[in-house]
């Protein structure tokens, strides 16, 4: 189909009911799907269930008090959560000093960018983002017929932001930025991101991904959602699956203007979020405590990696979170491989034509057995 049919379809109302059977390609940007021919070749070992260090989940669980209110909620498991989902929207927008009307919920904020890729991409033209970067809102968009603009990394593994303003024309629909970025972990001041997104925004709607900003210390912690609280032409995704410890119940949200998250939700609402899910976040956002010493045992974790990698004067992403990102000892189908033969699974991606290896960060012990895994077969 060419794309131009392809979004006169997708504009249909049959066509947007078809949108979400692209969800097998939401699926495939998720963390599981192959981001490289490495990734693509490697073969799965046979064994024991290896320690997961490749979807930047946290290891240390979730809050007990989520974890309560999740087996409570089963009792109504036979009822729609419509109630609980708008109540939440209420606690979320007071959360983040805007009005409900501003935050749309979402099951993950992979869905949330799905839908933005198809809100955004449906009018065609062109969406900006770094390269390597989370891509799903860009497939999304992509698939639709939109030209995605991908401007490479610097040599810091950061954004760079004067290529990509540059990179925006008239046609350009969306600029997405992530920041702390995946997969390198790097952060760009967010006061510059600040100052980037103003300017870009009275062209173009910018998307800010902040799924990993909990990570950061508080006094680090400067949101894109003051830009929202301007009126701007921005929107902010936050997810609860990273230092929340949610990623296998599945929600997150969107702070924007109203008439942004109306386009967006024209594409779809909130109707896949579980009960347990919105229930769990609700809880899990008043355990900031949880919050707190996820973030303190991950940064010793890290340590333990970047330590090592220190000391063999390895190149990594300066990472500000639960990841890190450093250049493939060899061939990365043979690294994926032999890896697993030890029992740890990580990502392998391509930059600037060379591979990389992500790796996420778990334990301090898991981390440990990491590096002299990782010792053992490079030496
Ligand atoms: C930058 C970024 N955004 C969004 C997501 C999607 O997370 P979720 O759908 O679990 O909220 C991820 C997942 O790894 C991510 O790394």
Redesign the pocket.
């Known amino acids: 189909m060419k794309s131009i049919d392809r979004r006169n379809w997708l504009r249909s109302a049959a066509g947007l009911t078809g949108a979400f059977a692209l969800n097998p390609l939401y699926a495939d940007g998720?963390?599981m799907a192959p981001v490289s021919e490495a990734e693509r070749a490697a073969k799965p070992a046979a064994g024991p269930m290896p320690v997961k260090l490749n979807?930047?989940e946290n290891p240390f669980g979730l809050s007990p008090r989520a974890m309560r209110a999740v087996q409570e909620s089963l009792r109504e498991g036979n009822r729609y959560p419509f109630g609980e989902v708008a109540a939440f929207r209420e606690v979320l927008a007071a959360h983040e000093g805007v009005t409900p009307e501003h935050i749309h919920l979402g099951a993950?904020?992979?869905?949330l960018?799905c839908q933005s890729g198809i809100a955004f991409g449906i009018q065609g033209g062109s969406v900006v983002s770094a390269n390597p970067t989370?891509p799903i809102l860009m497939n999304y968009a992509e698939a639709i017929g939109t030209k995605w603009k991908k401007i490479d990394l610097n040599d810091r593994l950061e954004h760079d932001y004067e290529s990509m303003a540059a990179a925006v024309s008239d046609d350009t629909r969306l600029v997405f930025v992530?920041n702390p970025n995946?997969p390198t972990g790097t952060l760009v001041d967010p006061s510059y991101v600040k100052s980037f997104c103003e300017t870009i925004s009275k062209k173009t709607t910018v998307y800010a991904?902040e799924?990993?900003v909990d990570f950061l210390s508080p006094h680090q912690q400067m949101s894109m959602t003051e830009l929202v609280k301007k009126d701007m032409n921005v929107i902010v995704?936050r997810?609860f699956?990273k230092v929340y410890g949610l990623?296998g119940l599945?929600l997150?949200y969107l702070v924007g203007r109203p008439d942004l998250i109306k386009k967006v939700t024209k594409v779809g609402g909130s109707m896949e979020i579980g009960r347990t899910a919105v229930v769990a976040a609700a809880e899990a956002l008043k355990d900031q405590e949880f919050v707190q010493q996820s973030r303190e045992k991950n940064k010793s974790a890290r340590a333990v990696l970047t330590s090592f990698l220190d000391n063999r004067k390895i190149f990594y992403g300066k990472s500000e979170t639960n990841f890190v990102f450093f250049p493939s000892p060899e061939q990365g189908k043979k690294v994926l491989e032999n890896l697993q033969q030890k029992g740890y699974l990580i990502r392998i991606y391509e930059h600037k034509s060379t591979e990389w290896c992500r790796v996420s960060v778990g334990t301090e012990a898991e981390m440990r057995g990491f590096v002299a895994a990782y010792a053992s077969l490079y030496s």
Do not use: Q
């Open positions: 998720l963390a979807a930047n993950g904020s992979g869905h960018l989370f992530c995946n991904d799924a990993y995704s997810t699956s990623a599945r997150g």
